[in-house]
């Protein structure tokens, strides 16, 4: 699985963006999917992953309420729609997948490169 990962940019405080991670292979539908984060001079952190079907998501507790991961298998698209957004959300985002769903920055098994960031206050 080749990921691609792109949509992010410069934006205010209080703003939104949505990234795309785009999949190639024909077995995407079968994956999980995830997002996660590097800021500068800090490890790099999980933001919200997605089963296979969809049906099953999970962030971690500073996008709650804010960040919405989806996906389209037809499209072998996975989506972060990033609301409300704050300074310490700037970042690398990356894409990653895996069979099964974990929560943690490990054990992922396919990356993507990653697409910047950047909420001014």
């Known amino acids: 699985v080749q990921l691609q990962a792109s949509g992010g940019g410069l934006v205010q405080a209080g703003g939104s963006l949505r990234l795309s991670c785009a999949a190639s292979?024909?077995?995407?539908?079968?994956?999980?999917l995830g997002w996660f984060r590097q800021a500068p001079g800090k490890e790099r952190e999980f933001v919200a992953a997605?089963?296979?079907?969809?049906?099953?998501?999970y962030r971690t507790d500073s996008v709650k309420g804010r960040f919405t991961i989806s996906r389209d298998n037809a499209k072998n698209t996975v989506y972060l729609q990033m609301n409300s957004l704050k300074p310490e959300d700037s970042a690398v985002y990356y894409c990653?997948?895996?069979?099964?769903?974990?929560?943690?920055?490990?054990?992922?098994?396919?990356w993507g490169q990653g697409t910047l960031v950047t909420v001014s206050s």
């Open positions: 990653a997948a895996r069979r099964l769903v974990v929560t943690t920055t490990t054990h992922w098994d396919y």
């Open positions: 997605i089963d296979w079907s969809g049906r099953s998501t």
């Open positions: 292979g024909r077995t995407f539908s079968t994956y999980a």
